[in-house]
């Protein structure tokens, strides 16, 4: 098997060369901003949305990468180039880097830039066909104004405890709600239902990521003619909708068929979340920015 060459301190180095510092205050503190990003086919898609919403999680907590935006796009086509993946999920990570033992950014002189690709593991066919079973939490989504949810930051424990929590009660994900119980997202997914033919989402002010499949997935709504708002809702407006469903670089779109054990309808995905899945998955075809100048869809780099 080839070795997978991962970007680490300015070069490539093997996978298990591709070590950090204890000292690096990612590790510490968690002091330090992340993406996870798709290749589909090729084409790394939306990269430029999250590029975006990197150097902006990078601006609000004052950490400055050492890299222009066009010289990082390069650097993420290269490492989908150097492992020669087709299909693939990315992980950019930028640590505050190496400093003290204090918690004082201060003390780290130089932020360090990590690009992992590798081949994709997608979810099983059947869990898009069962759709998942979802729990909300005691766990409460971080405030906005403690630490925005707009901070894709390595600091991801609220994220974590409420996995914790599913996992405990033994379903597939955990709904988060915000300090005023009104529904926010999932531990790593945006949350959409569907009502009478409209669809919705809460506002991301409530304590949400703004996802860039959610950004897309609004888009295609409009563009099909769904009347689509985003409005603030609670677990009662979750447990009869006609359809939930949830969005995410890594899970696409995939339904909600259960909520605190109550069935969603008939318990099975909806047409709506099917026609969005499937014309979701006709735009990543489409829309990315091409590693390989044989790609006949994104715009080359
Ligand atoms: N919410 C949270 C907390 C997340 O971590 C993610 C994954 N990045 C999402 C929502 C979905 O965002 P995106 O569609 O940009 O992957």
Not at 95 to 113: H, K, Y
Not at 156 to 177: F, H, P, R, S, T
Request: glycine content about 8%; some cysteine; charged content about 25%.
């Amino acid at each position: 098997m080839s070795s997978q060459w991962i970007f680490l301190g300015g070069k490539f180095v093997k996978k298990e060369e591709a070590v950090v510092s204890v000292y690096d205050h990612g590790f510490l503190y968690g002091d330090g901003v992340f993406e996870g990003i798709r290749v589909y086919s090729g084409n790394v898609f939306k990269l430029d949305e999250h590029l975006q919403r990197l150097f902006e999680s990078a601006q609000s907590i004052m950490l400055s990468i050492p890299y222009e935006k066009e010289e990082l796009e390069q650097i993420i086509v290269d490492t989908v180039r150097k492992n020669k993946l087709d299909s693939a999920y990315i992980r950019v990570v930028i640590s505050r880097g190496r400093g003290n033992l204090g918690l004082d950014p201060s003390s780290c002189s130089e932020p360090q830039v990590i690009v992992i690709a590798e081949a994709l593991a997608l979810f099983p066919k059947e869990l898009y066909q069962r759709g998942l079973r979802v729990g909300s939490v005691a766990s409460r989504r971080n405030r906005p104004d403690v630490l925005s949810p707009q901070v894709k930051s390595l600091n991801y424990l609220n994220n974590i405890l409420v996995k914790l929590e599913a996992n405990q009660a033994g379903v597939d994900e955990a709904l988060m709600l915000n300090d005023q119980g009104y529904v926010t997202e999932g531990s790593a997914d945006n949350i959409f239902l569907v009502k009478n033919n409209t669809i919705y989402t809460p506002p991301v002010y409530l304590g949400a990521l703004e996802g860039i499949t959610r950004n897309v997935i609004i888009d295609l709504a409009e563009k099909h003619g769904y009347e689509m708002k985003e409005t603030p809702f609670t677990r009662h407006d979750v447990y009869v909708a006609d359809e939930v469903f949830l969005t995410g670089t890594a899970v696409e779109v995939i339904a909600v068929v259960e909520v605190d054990g109550r069935k969603i309808q008939d318990g099975k995905p909806g047409k709506v979340t099917n026609h969005l899945l499937s014309e979701f998955r006709k735009v990543v075809r489409t829309d990315g920015v091409a590693c390989y100048e044989s790609s006949s869809t994104g715009k080359a780099i």
